[in-house]
């Protein structure tokens, strides 16, 4: 029945990046749908390379009281996704806490701007050790517990339209987006037996304090051919907002619609898929 389908009572999703941004709202959402929620972040800079305001300790308690709200359980805390033991133990604390693992939002991620033959190794070794290395290291933790819980599951590695095309400008962000492609299908072959389904999920132009538009303005205007390999903003598609037709920024709740239903068993035919989360703009 397409109600059974759409529920997640019951079940326990661990979300990372999950202080603000896209990650709260996929917990938020998530919980919405029945689940039991285990929220981590690092909820402090990672590195100098990365000018954006970090997330707080006080992002995370804001998702926690959301989560809350939500009548679900919610078990939060300060991890980094490069330590692979932290991840580890809040995984185990989290499976004894509500007694299984069927979903894993893989989201958190750092973004920072350069030329790759420009950029220090700092700037490189950050990006990839955070959104390649670190988003395995979470699978790592994951997965095993997953597969013990007995129970299958639905995995979301959150790349980037970064992933699916070259980003001048943002290369080793490019390149860590294209790498989760690669984790993402070879560990959807993996991990089919056991029941659990592995997709990627590549948005656009989403208003999180990841995005600067300053920052992306500087790069354009001191490269202008960088411009023609970024789409134009999405198009607005419906009209209840008035907003139709209009080049707007897109909300972390609209790709956390997409991450429920690939959650769910809504999406069981799904294990391998790279979805565009961009309203088609990334065709252009
Ligand atoms: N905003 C966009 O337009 C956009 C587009 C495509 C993909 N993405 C991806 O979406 C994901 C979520 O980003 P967002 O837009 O919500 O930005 P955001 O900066 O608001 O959220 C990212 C979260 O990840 C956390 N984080 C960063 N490094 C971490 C680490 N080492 N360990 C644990 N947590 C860490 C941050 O503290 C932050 O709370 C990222 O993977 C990003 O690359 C964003």
């Known amino acids: 029945m397409a109600a059974d389908k759409a529920t997640l009572e019951g079940r326990v999703a661990f979300v990372t990046g999950a202080a603000r941004g896209q990650g709260r709202a996929h917990a938020v959402r998530l919980a919405n749908e029945g689940a039991d929620i285990i929220a981590i972040d690092v909820c ?32 939060a805390r300060e991890v980094d996704i490069r330590d692979l033991a932290a991840q580890q133990q809040v995984v185990a604390d989290g499976i004894e806490q509500f007694g299984r693992l069927d979903i894993v939002v893989a989201n958190a991620g750092v973004l920072s701007w350069g030329r790759i033959f420009e950029m220090s190794p700092e700037q490189w070794d950050t990006i990839i050790d955070v959104n390649l290395n670190g988003t395995w290291r979470t699978i790592r933790a994951a997965v095993p517990a997953m597969i013990e819980a007995g129970n299958g599951g639905s995995i979301i590695i ?86 139709r037709g209009l ?10 619609d997409v991450v429920a239903w690939l959650a769910g068993d809504g999406s069981a035919t799904l294990s391998g898929s790279q979805i565009a989360v961009d309203r088609g703009v990334m065709k252009y």
């Open 247 to 256: 080049a707007t920024f897109m909300s972390p709740d609209e790709v956390s």
């Open 44 to 75: 402090r800079p990672v590195d100098d390379t990365i000018t954006y305001p970090a997330a707080t300790p006080e992002d995370l308690a804001e998702t926690v009281s959301a989560v809350e709200a939500t009548g679900r359980k919610v078990l």
């Open 158 to 243: 959150v790349s980037s339209s970064a992933g699916l095309k070259a980003t001048p400008g943002n290369g080793h962000y490019s390149a860590s987006k294209h790498g989760l492609v690669a984790l993402t299908n070879a560990l959807a072959l993996e991990v089919g037996e056991y029941g659990i389904r592995v997709n990627s999920i590549h948005p656009y132009s989403i208003d999180t304090p990841m995005v600067e538009p300053e920052a992306m303005a500087a790069v354009f205007a001191k490269f202008p051919s960088y411009l023609h390999s970024f789409a134009p903003m999405p198009l607005h598609p419906v009209g209840a907002d008035g907003q």
